[in-house]
């Protein structure tokens, strides 16, 4: 048995089901305010905001709207960098995880472990690849007004690195694209993973996705 529960309180701030979509993303956010505010603000109607999960700095587990239908977490679009926007309301493809967290803020590690086991049991039972392009900040979609959702000091790195799971990981490889750094990982079996988007982009490169063959398209500029 499983050493988290999910708590329910429920939002009326959803739309029932996903309008045909299937989801293939996990979308994590700060609530940029304290709990239980922050709770109660996303089960005010007039807040016209939710989200599926928040899980509070001590580690429990909300759920506000159930995986089945859309929670409004994400669904302004802004200058986006996630290759796997289609053109549509995000919400309908992706599920939606806040954390108790001010701007600027740290996660505490009681939040992270909870946070960590919510993630991993979603990937698996969604079959949601762990990667950068499927486990995503709110500023991938709204790169403007988002820009720090879930803010600099969110532990992607780690988060990763503990989601891929330490049996498979070898060493973590920091890449350097003139003066920025990026984290990768050594995998077993001659495999390696690092963020395809933003070293590519990094290198002055056009990214796309191909959603039919499910193929990075990556293109030089000029």
């Given at each position: 048995m499983s050493?988290?529960?999910?708590?329910?309180?429920a939002s009326p701030n959803h739309n029932q089901g996903r309008g045909g979509k299937k989801i293939i993303a996990i979308v994590l956010h700060i609530t940029a305010g304290?709990?239980?505010?922050?709770?109660?603000w996303m089960r005010n109607p007039a807040a016209k905001a939710s989200v599926h999960y928040l899980i509070t700095k001590t580690g429990e587990i909300y759920q506000l709207v159930q995986d089945t239908d859309t929670a409004w977490h994400a669904g302004i679009v802004n200058k986006p960098t996630w290759i796997l926007y289609d053109g549509s309301?995000?919400?309908r493809y992706t599920l939606g995880i806040e954390f108790e967290c001010l701007a600027g803020g740290e996660l505490t590690e009681t939040q992270y472990q909870a946070g960590l086991w919510l993630i991993s049991s979603l990937t698996e039972k969604y079959k949601i690849p762990v990667d950068q392009e499927h486990i995503?900040?709110?500023y991938r979609i709204d790169s403007v007004?988002?820009?720090?959702?879930?803010?600099p000091y969110f532990p992607w790195g780690r988060l990763f690195h503990d989601l891929i799971g330490e049996k498979d990981v070898l060493s973590e490889a920091k890449i350097k694209v003139d003066d920025q750094v990026f984290t990768g990982f050594i995998l077993k079996d001659?495999?390696?993973?690092a963020p395809v988007r933003a070293l590519a982009e990094a290198l002055g490169c056009k990214v796309e996705w191909d959603d039919k063959?499910?193929?990075?398209?990556i293109e030089r500029r000029g």
């Open positions: 050493k988290y529960v999910i708590k329910q309180a304290l709990f239980p505010g922050c709770l109660g309301n995000p919400n995503i900040g709110h007004d988002r820009p720090n959702d879930p803010g001659n495999l390696s993973y063959t499910k193929t990075v398209l």
